[in-house]
Every structure is written in C-alpha cells, then in structure tokens.
C-alpha cells in the first residue's frame, strides 16, 4: 500500500476487505474442532470462521499480490508472482522458488504441494521443507493448464484440465501420464470438482457447457447447459442430496437436479458480480461463495417436506454474508462518531464499518427514489429506480436514536437519500429539488452536488447545481428556508458551524457567509479567494474552513473575521479531499498524484509527505485523532492508518513545501548541525523557577524529621536476648548453677570492639564530598536526593566536629546551598535542607560567623555571617516567586470551582 514510508501514519488493517477474483478455500481447523474459510485480497489473505463469518485471523503482506491460494489444516500455500509462499498461522515461514514464470495455480496432496504457472510447468515440492520432488512441462499447442482437480481414490494422481476442452489424468509420484480424455466440447474447461462418487468428477466448460463425467469408463453420465454464458464455479453437494449448484459470470446460480437431470432452481444476477469460488460444506447443507466484487456469502439449502421426503426444490436463501465494495468502488468515506466508518461507493451504496469489530459493520443497501421495501416503482425501469455514484456524504450521530441521521446527495440526480445508521436501514425520505429550481432549470438535469448536517443533528443543508441552497428538517423532510446563491453557478460546498450561527457556502468565485437562520437567513458577507474553488470543508472546532482551488492549492479561511489566514502550496496534482486533526493542528491533503500531505496548520508547514500505490480518493481523521482512514482508487475497502504519533517519538522537521519522496529518499538532506539529536538541553533557562524531580513527601518529611523520630520512638528500650553459647559452663559446687558471666564479657568486649570501628571509620560521605575540591554543587545535590529522608538527616547531622566535620565543612554546605538558590534549581529539596542545616548547627553557625573566618578555594576567605547573609538574599529573591505562582493557581482554581462558573 505504501510505496515510501510515513513518518506520522502507518497501515494497520483494511475495512471491508473481504475477498477477490481469488476463489474461496475451505478447511478444518482441527485444533479448534471448526471448518474456516480462506479468502486472498490483494497481497493478505484473510481467515474466517464459518459460522456468522467472523474474521479470525490476517495474514502479514506478501511481496506481491496473491494470484492463487490453498488452505489444509494449518498451512497455507500462496502464489505471488513467481514464488509459492508458505504461511503458519498467518506468518510467512517459507518458499519455493523453482518457478520462472508467474503461478496461477496451487493445490495441497497429503505432504506435498504442487503449483503450475502460466506456462503449464507443474512443479511438485514438500510444503514443510519446500524440497523439490518432480517438475514438469505440459505447455503445448494441443493442451495448456486452466484448472486442477484432485479425483477421490486416485492416490498421487491429479485432473488437468486444459483451454481446448481435453484433460488429462496424471501421476505426480512418477510424472507419468496415466490417460487423457477428450472432453464433450471445443471450448476451454473453466473449473472442475470431485462429487461424492468415486471416480465421478464434474467439468464446467466456457461456453456453458456442465458434464459429469465418469472417469474410470471414460464417460459421459449426464450434461446441462445453462445459457447464460461461461461456468465460472461448480460444486456438488456433500450431504444426501443429489444436487449441482453452478455459477455464471453474470452472477447466476443455478440448481441442478442430479436424479431427474434438470433444473429445479435459478438465481439470476445474485448482488456482488462474477462468483468465482464455490463450495458446499461436507455434510451439511451450507454452500461458500465468493465474488470478485469482495461479496463473501454462505448460503443454506432448505429442504421442502413432500410426502414424507424431503425434496429440496427451494431457493438458498443467505445464512451469512459479508458485502463490500469492488476495487476502487468507493468514493467517500467519513468517520461516523469515534469508533465506526461509513463507506459510500460508486454504486450509489452505503457501508457502515467498525475498525474495532467486524461485528458491528453492516452494508445498509443501495439508494433509490422508491421508500420502504419497496424495490421497483411500477412503469421505471431498474436503472432508474437505484441513485447513481455518491457525490457528498454528511453524518452526526447526535440525533441518532430520534431520526435519520446521514445524508447522501448522488451524481445527476436532485434527490438527496436520507439513511438510519442506528438500524443499519435506508432512511424515510428522499429531498427533492424546489418545483421552481426544476420549472426554471428548462429542462436541465439539476444536481444535488452538496450536503451538511447541523451540529444538532436537526437540519440538512442541500447544495444544487442550480445555485439555490436548501435547509431542510431531516425529521419531516419539511424545506424550512431557501437561499439563491448564485443566478449561473453551482454549488460547490455547504457547512454551518457548531453553534448554528454561521452558514458558510461555496461557489467557484468565492464563499458566501449568512446568518444561519431555519426561516429567513440574511447574508452577512462574502469573500473572494485567490483562484476558483473545487470543495470546502470546515473544522467545527475552531474558526477554520479550508477550501481547495483549482490551482492544486489548499486555502484557510476564518469565517468568523472572514480572512484568509493560511494558504498551503506546493501540491502538483488536483487535490481530492482533505481532513483537520482532532486537534485542528494538522491537515492532511490527498492528490491525485497518489501522494498524501500533513501540513502544520500554526507555522504553515509541510511536516509528512508519503506516496501510495494509487492515489486515495477520501480521506478522515477519527475525533479521538488516534488513526486515519482513507479509500483508494487501485485497492479493496478501506485502509486504516494508525497515528504513531501519540505512543512514540516522530521528527516532525518541517519539510520543503514541494518536497514528494522517491523510493530511495524519504526525506531531504539537512545539515547535520541542525538534527534534533545532536542538541542538548540546558541545565536551566534563565528567569524560571525549577522544582526537583523527588516525591513531594520526602522533603516534606525531612523538615518534620524530627517529630517523626519522636513518634516513632519505642516506650521502652529494646532487650537484647541472652545467647548461650555451645558449651554451656557450669560452677564447681554440689548444685548445678550456670556460668554467665564469662558469656556476659564477651557480649560487653564485642559491643565495645564494634564502637571504636565505627568511630575510626569516616562515616560522612558528606563530610568527604564536601573537603573534595573537584566535587561541584550539583554533585552533592543530586548525592542527598539519592538517599531517603533518614539518611539525609544523619548526613547533614554528622557535619558537626564531633562527627568528623567543622566550619570549613558546614561552610562549604552553605556556599553550595546559596548557589542552588542563585540558580533557582531544585528549589522544594533545598530549602528542606537549609531548613535541617540550620536546626542542627544554627547555635555553632552563629558562634562561629561572629569570630571565625573560614578559607575557601583559591585562597579567599569569608566569614560565616556573609554566608548567611547571602543564603537569606537568595531566599528573599526566590520565594516572593513562587508565592505569586501558588496565589495565581489557588486563584484559578477556585475560580472554576465556583458555581456561578
């Protein structure tokens, strides 16, 4: 999907995918006792279960797009291009790549794979290892591969068909040919299957020819015809019944009595185009299709009771169905609320999807001028009862379990579709062009070109060809107000703002502001841009309605000053659509050079370019802001890009505003003094207070250090248990009487030993730091907020001269401090510890800066009064501060926390 990559978006799954002219594969899944099916969209392929058709499983990309795919237990064999491709639960895990030409064909027999290319060169190869085991060419005028079929009973023997209407029967074991039968038409065999007869297979011929055929006689048991054209898929019945079901390149289905040899039943143009893949369950009455127009349907075979026997003459009627779109058969997409998508197509459809759950996305049908379930209005043929392509799409869910709550204007047609999202329905009403628009246009086809509906979810707001516009109740369908724009131009784009004030509508020449009003609407201004307009959309959270010219240019506009504020160049193709972040900091820009722009709406800028295999049609970005979903021309359904911005680091560098990738260069060359990760951060910025990173309550508890001390004080002291020693010693004498004393000196000797250790040993760290002339300021902070609030008590406390300290050290630890509050850095740990500092030494602090001078680094001195005096110059300079920061935001706060707010 990507042909550069992106530094914002990246693709993480495809709505509404669900299979191709890829015929369908079905398997028994044995570790989880179900039968799944197995369809290939483009380069994934995707499993799903049978019963109620939810997808279980996505396959990772494959290099190309899948040509053919084979399903058995938990293998899958894929051909893409020249190459077959094994996957294991999803993941590729190899491949074989003994092909020299593309694969159109692969089939799994037991422990071996075998595939065929466009060149009928069959190649047979282990599917675990991919060992080659025998390759043959069967290319030749006279026969050539169109479809393979593996004969019930016949071990390492498999049913070529060819495109002059001969197959064979050959041995894969030895490459040998064991017989080749002449077939019952000129025309090319188009598919086969095995029936539940031995040794009876059915052939489905292009010119609509179906034989079953008896292989070990080599004869012709029965034949039909249908006479709609070419036998795409055949498929005999694997439960008691004795039928054929056959498919049409028209979308026909037609059943096949096997017992009475006739037709009992005919489906004709079955919705979702060519079928192309059709199987029935084994024992049970569910037949699988698939189309290439991405329909997905099974399918129940009633049985009619008749006498006492079960006669199944009946229709299928579908059990479960997953209905898409063909490729590049949607037109529009818009996120409905923050977790579903609707989809609108080419053919006048509509498609609610779900990125969260494949559960929750419907296909709400066609749009039509007849109402209900009503299907045909009488005396109109069929292509003039159904709305051609959609042309404008509006949605909101704010009314949406009341009425209708989307609306759909479509091409050459004034009627604008109303649909019930909530019900997964077509809507009540159809709004029609005013008489007068219609009697005035003289026989001109009027357009509905644009739609809007009202924050409120009430009003619609229908844009015409004509130059009228149109406000409408969407409850009633009832026409409250009607504007004439323009006498000789159409409609190109309608909004109204949040608060129902402003209605903003476009023509080419410029943009019209009124007064939104549901009965009068005055006109409050206008406003002509640089270059004529093509479409408008307006982001409902601020100010902003962008407007796309037909110069390749994205133009902003205030429609509350009505000035233009931004304008975003540098696109070298018509721009299709666009979208506003949730955000409103970002627009994202599609182009029909299949290009997809993010510009930085504050400074201007272009921030992402990436280009895509075709170029995407619609685009939107979700109201939580987190993925972007877009339709493209070339591609099924509809692709969701999640946006990696919001869990991970993304250099947003603005780039040149002309700036479009290559394959080898993902963005421009920038000088190297300028990348982000060559800067370093300063320490602090000049004129900002900075609090430390610690917990709050641990400077918190270091002020109150020693109220905690005395609460957690022990009522009595600790007793020490009398340990005995191994060998008790007793007292000479006629009693008994134990010895204790001597194990009571030991104890005394080993306390007393234990004492002059710790006093011989230098156990300030602080004290050491601090006489370190290499030790900076910083080291010394960032050691005391390492270590909890007791330790820093007892850090601080063993500065005196008792412990290993003096002047010189409490002195340093005061010039220290008065830098950090100098530097205004990690201001709430510091001043918790000049609060201890001064508990602790403030008596010998205040001796000593009256008679002591203290010689600092460099051979200057200073007296300890001048210290503190600084210290409290500092303090007096920091804290007027943040005392202003704490009364401005209890202000706030309680501002807010007031009722009348």
């Known amino acids: 999907m990507l042909l550069t990559p992106s530094r914002i978006f990246e693709p993480v799954q495809t709505l509404a995918s669900y299979c191709s002219q890829v015929p369908v594969e079905v398997r028994y899944d044995s570790t989880y006792d179900r039968i799944n099916l197995v369809t290939a969209v483009e380069a ?12 279980i499983q996505v396959s990772e990309q494959f290099p190309s797009s899948i040509n053919c795919v084979a399903a058995k237990d938990y293998i899958v064999l894929a051909g893409c291009g020249s190459n077959v491709y094994s996957s294991v639960r999803g993941k590729i895990v190899g491949k074989y790549e003994g092909h020299e030409r593309d694969v159109v064909g692969v089939k799994i027999l037991g422990d071996w794979g075998l595939s065929w290319d466009v060149g009928s060169n069959v190649h047979v190869f282990d599917k675990v290892d991919f060992r080659p085991h025998i390759s043959l060419s069967l290319g030749s005028p006279e026969f050539s591969i169109s479809c393979c079929v593996h004969p019930r009973g016949y071990m390492n023997k498999v049913l070529f068909g060819s495109h002059t209407g001969s197959y064979q029967l050959w041995n894969m074991r030895t490459g040998r040919l064991v017989y080749t039968f002449q077939g019952q038409c000129d025309s090319a065999v188009t598919c086969m299957d095995q029936s539940e007869a031995e040794d009876v297979v059915g052939v489905g011929y292009y010119s609509g020819v179906i034989a079953v055929v008896d292989l070990k006689m080599d004869k012709l048991i029965m034949q039909f015809r249908q006479t709609w054209g070419k036998v795409t898929a055949l498929s005999f019945r694997k439960d008691s019944s004795p039928q054929l079901v056959t498919a049409s390149q028209e979308g026909n289905l037609a059943i096949w009595d096997l017992e009475s040899q006739s037709l009992v039943a005919v489906m ?3 919705p979702g185009g060519p079928i192309t893949g059709l199987h029935f369950v084994a024992s049970q009455p569910l037949l699988v299709t698939s189309s290439a127009e991405n329909v997905l349907r099974v399918w129940i075979m009633d049985a009619a009771v008749d006498g006492g026997k079960a006669a199944s003459t009946a229709e299928p009627r579908v059990l479960y169905q997953r209905f898409g779109q063909g490729k590049g058969a949607i037109c529009r997409v818009r996120f409905y609320g923050p977790e579903l998508v609707l989809a609108a197509g080419h053919n006048g459809s509509l498609m609610k999807l779900s990125p969260a759950n494949i559960r929750l996305s419907h296909y709400l049908g066609k749009a039509r001028l007849s109402k209900g379930k009503k299907k045909v209005i009488s005396g109109l043929l069929d292509e003039h009862v159904y709305l051609t392509r959609v042309a404008a799409i509006s949605a909101n869910p704010a009314r949406q379990s009341d009425f209708d709550s989307c609306v759909t204007c479509h091409h050459n ?21 005013a008489e007068e628009d219609i009697l005035k246009s003289g026989g001109i086809q009027i357009q509905a070109t644009c739609c809007d509906i009202s924050s409120c979810g009430t009003f619609v707001i229908i844009g015409y060809s004509c130059g009228t516009v149109q406000v409408a109740n969407i409850q009633s369908a009832d026409v409250r107000c009607r504007l004439r724009i323009s006498e000789d131009e159409s409609l190109v784009g309608v909004a109204v703002d949040a ?61 509350e000053s009505r000035n233009s504020v931004r304008q975003f160049t540098g696109h070298k193709a018509p721009i299709v659509d666009l979208a506003f972040s949730a955000d409103s900091r970002w627009l994202v820009t599609s182009c029909m050079d299949s290009c997809i722009r993010v510009w930085h709406i504050p400074t201007g800028s272009l921030i992402d370019c990436f280009i895509t295999s075709s170029p995407a049609t619609s685009i939107d970005i979700s109201p939580s802001g987190d993925s972007l979903v877009a339709a493209f021309t070339n591609s099924v359904g509809v692709t969701v890009f999640s946006n990696t911005s919001l869990f991970k680091l993304v250099n947003l560098t603005p780039l040149p505003a002309n700036f479009k990738p290559s394959t080898g260069n993902t963005q421009p060359a920038r000088d190297d003094s300028t990348d982000d990760s060559s800067y370093e951060s300063p320490a602090q910025i000049e004129g900002l207070l900075t609090l430390s990173k610690e917990d709050p309550s641990k400077w918190v508890n270091l002020i109150k250090f020693d109220v905690i001390k005395q609460r957690n004080k022990p009522k009595q002291p600790p007793k020490t248990p009398s340990l005995a020693p191994f060998f008790i010693p007793t007292i000479p004498g006629l009693e008994l009487q134990l010895d204790t004393e001597k194990a009571k000196e030991e104890m005394r000797r080993q306390r007393e030993e234990q004492e002059r250790n710790l006093i011989s040993e230098d156990i300030s760290i602080l004290c050491k730091m601090l006489r370190n002339k290499d030790c900076t300021a910083h080291d010394v902070v960032s050691f005391l907020m390492s270590k909890s609030s007791a330790a820093v008590d007892f850090e601080l406390l063993s500065l005196s001269e008792e412990e290993g300290g003096g002047a010189d050290v409490i002195g340093r630890m005061l010039s220290i401090l008065c830098q950090c509050l100098e530097d205004q850095t990690d201001l709430d740990f510091v001043h918790a510890v000049v609060s201890v500092l001064l508990r602790h030494h403030g008596e010998f602090i205040t001796e000593s800066g009256l008679v002591e001078s203290i010689e600092e680094d460099g051979g200057s001195s200073s007296c300890m009064a001048e210290k503190l005096k600084s210290l409290q110059h500092n303090h007096e300079q920091t804290w007027p501060k943040l005392c202003k920061l704490f009364q401005q935001n209890i202000a706030v706060a309680s501002f807010f926390k007031s009722p009348a707010v």
């Open 268 to 270: 004709k143009e079955v």
């Open 499 to 559: 608060l129902n004030s402003v209605l903003v509508t476009a023509i080419p020449s410029k943009l019209v502001f009124w007064n939104f009003h549901v009965r009068t609407g005055k006109k409050i201004g206008e406003l002509k841009l640089s270059e004529d307009i093509s479409s408008i959309r307006m982001n409902r959270e601020n100010c902003l309605l962008a407007a796309i010219l037909i110069d390749f240019t994205v133009e902003l506009v205030d429609y």
């Open 413 to 433: 047609s004034d009627v604008a579709v109303t649909w019930d999202i909530e019900h997964n329905t077509l809507g009540k009403h159809r709004i029609p062009a």
């Open 44 to 55: 994934h392929f995707n499993v799903f279960a049978l019963n109620k058709l939810n997808r």
